[in-house]
């Protein structure tokens, strides 16, 4: 059976992104990579809780990993949660 | 029904703005246009916060959203190469209650926001093409609250497919279901049941998050008239005075 990821699983991924995005980010200064580097972190640590390999997945959605991150959440949360604003609140606004 | 214009050589002149600009004024202006590559979910601005710059989209496409205190999010308008996301500088303000962020992952120009005032108060050809705009897009934001008080919500889905076909200049992008819902104010049950009927008709394929427009005129004809509506006032606008 597929494993799921639930809202308080994932908000709590987030948030352990949020507490090493000053490591993660302090390299760059542009916005669109700041954006992505922190969700490629997210993705990777949601797709090793699904038990799926994060690059595979990724090349299987064939986009960049904010989309491959958003496209992954649609297809393995149970219950349904609104992703957006736990992305919104934890982290992007944080950037 | 006139679609938005894409694909010069020189990527600035895929925004519709920039395009309208006389080549000596756009000249003048290109030091300040910076290109930049633009990601799903990333952030231009958040709500009551000074916003650093504006962008002239080429095939982004960027949302400007009200945000609810409950995290609830309502898509108020949405900006492609027809028109420059930071609306508010050129109207003098600094910040504004709403958030606006990338949807469509893509390219566009951005300049600061200091420079866009520095031009503004020059009142040069900048000025009056962003004046024209601003009327496109507040007939667009007034059309699209219209439609979505009266259309059924397979219009308004086409519709709003249409729009972003013209805005990103391919037949094929993605696009979330939970980003459909957001932009239509519709439930994620009702956004799955028009893309399975939409795509049982033909008109477009979903998988995966990705879209394909697979037969635009049909798609035209399930839209109700407000994509002409917003596509001939925007058209309007940018025709040669």
Excluded at chain 1, 24 to 30: C, E
Excluded at chain 1, 71 to 94: G, V
Excluded at chain 2, 94 to 107: H, I, N, S
């Amino acid at each position: 059976m597929k494993k799921t990821i639930d809202e308080h699983e994932f908000g709590r991924i987030c948030k352990e992104v949020h507490a090493e995005a000053p490591r993660l980010l302090q390299r760059s200064n542009d916005d669109s990579e700041r954006t992505e580097l922190l969700l490629k972190t997210v993705f990777e640590k949601v797709c090793r809780h699904l038990d799926i390999n994060f690059e595979r997945q990724a090349d299987a959605l064939k986009e960049d990993y904010a989309f491959a991150l958003l496209q992954t959440l649609e297809e393995r949360m149970e219950p349904e949660f609104l992703y957006s604003t736990i992305l919104d609140r934890e982290l992007l606004t944080a950037l | 029904m006139e679609a938005y214009v894409t694909g010069p050589s020189d990527p600035n002149l895929a925004n519709r703005v920039l395009a309208a600009l006389p080549h000596a004024e756009y000249e003048r202006l290109l030091p300040r246009l910076k290109t930049v590559s633009l990601i799903v979910k990333q952030v231009m601005y958040e709500q009551n916060t000074p916003i650093k710059y504006v962008y002239f989209p080429f095939n982004a496409v960027v949302s400007e959203v009200a945000k609810m205190k409950n995290g609830q999010i309502s898509e108020v308008t949405t900006i492609g190469n027809e028109g420059m996301l930071g609306t508010t500088v050129f109207l003098g303000s600094d910040r504004t209650p709403l958030a606006a962020f990338a949807q469509v992952a893509g390219q566009a120009a951005r300049m600061k926001a200091s420079d866009l005032r520095a031009e503004i108060a020059q009142d040069g050809p900048l000025m009056k093409i962003l004046l024209r705009y601003t009327q496109g897009l507040m007939v667009q934001i007034a059309q699209s609250g219209a439609c979505n008080q009266l259309h059924s919500p397979k219009q308004r889905c086409a519709r709003w497919l249409l729009m972003t076909h013209d805005r990103v200049g391919r037949d094929e992008f993605v696009l979330t279901q939970e980003f459909l819902c957001q932009m239509l104010g519709l439930r994620r049950a009702t956004v799955s049941e028009v893309a399975s009927s939409m795509q049982r008709a033909g008109l477009i394929r979903y998988t995966r998050g990705r879209i394909s427009i697979i037969d635009r005129h049909a798609l035209e004809t399930a839209c109700c008239e407000c994509y002409g509506v917003i596509c001939a006032e925007h058209g309007r606008m940018f025709a040669k005075k």
